[in-house]
């Protein structure tokens, strides 16, 4: 099956642990005949047919009718988070829930 794709410099990690966890269940050589920099670009080329596209759960929400999706339930990615605010944003709790999440980052790193 041909597959939509998208740049690896746009999540170097996340693609090379994509690729792997392909390679692991038999999928060594995906035949990637379009990329695609952004989520709605590639379920545009998947709904014009021109190929398959892996796509996380929370594609669900964002789908126009006509396609498909289908779990895949023994595919376990981690997909990195960034937490983004707007740099002049001086909100005490704001502040109060970076304070938590760079505590946590750090726990989890240890």
Not at 69 to 74: A, I, K, N, R
Not at 75 to 89: E, G, H
């Amino acid at each position: 099956m041909p597959f939509v794709g998208f740049q690896r410099w746009a999540n170097p990690a996340f693609y090379d642990e994509l690729m792997q966890v392909c390679a692991r269940g038999g999928l060594s050589a995906s035949r990637i005949v379009q990329e695609a920099t952004d989520r709605d670009t590639q379920l545009g080329l998947v709904l014009c047919r021109v190929g398959i596209a892996w796509q996380t759960e929370s594609i669900r929400w964002h789908c126009p009718r006509g396609l498909l999706l289908l779990p895949v339930v023994d595919m376990n990615i981690r997909v990195p988070y960034n937490l983004i605010w707007k740099k002049d944003n001086s909100s005490p709790l704001l502040q109060k829930f970076v304070t938590q999440v760079a505590a946590e980052k750090i726990s989890t790193r240890n």
